[in-house]
């Protein structure tokens, strides 16, 4: 069963009432409804619109997925979620940027380091930045 609201009401009150008129019904719901279970949830899982980015450059420069998909993520997202109204942001066939780093045991012994030192550096030094430039023109 899907209830939809009118816009401009609050979904955190509507699902309160929701919720409580479906345990209000649950007892009389078929003992195989019950063992699927009922969930009153807030978002819809249909989607309402969608945007395809290409990689269309003028200069035939090569923009790989990853790095669509790494600007879509450090540029967009955050600002597409705050507009009233959406639930949330997927991307299909994305790639998440990746950097791969091997361990030498020896070298860490010998520093008297382990990977979890390596790994807290790592974060602790972390930054998404988007890419372009610094500086003058």
Do not use: C, H
Not at 44 to 73: A, H, R
Not at 88 to 99: D, H, K
Not at 107 to 136: C, F, Y
């Amino acid at each position: 069963i899907t209830v939809m609201f009118n816009s401009g009401t609050d979904g955190d009150i509507n699902q309160v009432n929701v919720q409580n008129r479906v345990s209000l019904a649950e007892p009389r719901l078929p003992s195989e409804v019950k063992q699927s279970g009922v969930v009153v949830d807030k978002a819809s899982t249909s989607t309402l619109l969608v945007y395809n980015f290409t990689n269309e450059d003028p200069n035939k420069i090569d923009y790989s997925v990853e790095t669509i998909s790494g600007y879509l993520d450090q540029n967009l997202t955050d600002s597409i979620k705050r507009v009233t109204g959406v639930g949330s942001v997927t991307y299909y066939g994305n790639r998440e940027l990746a950097i791969r780093i091997w361990l030498d045991p020896n070298k860490l012994a010998a520093m008297e380091l382990t990977s979890s030192d390596v790994v807290n550096a790592i974060r602790s030094q972390n930054r998404l930045v988007p890419s372009g430039k610094v500086g003058g023109a």
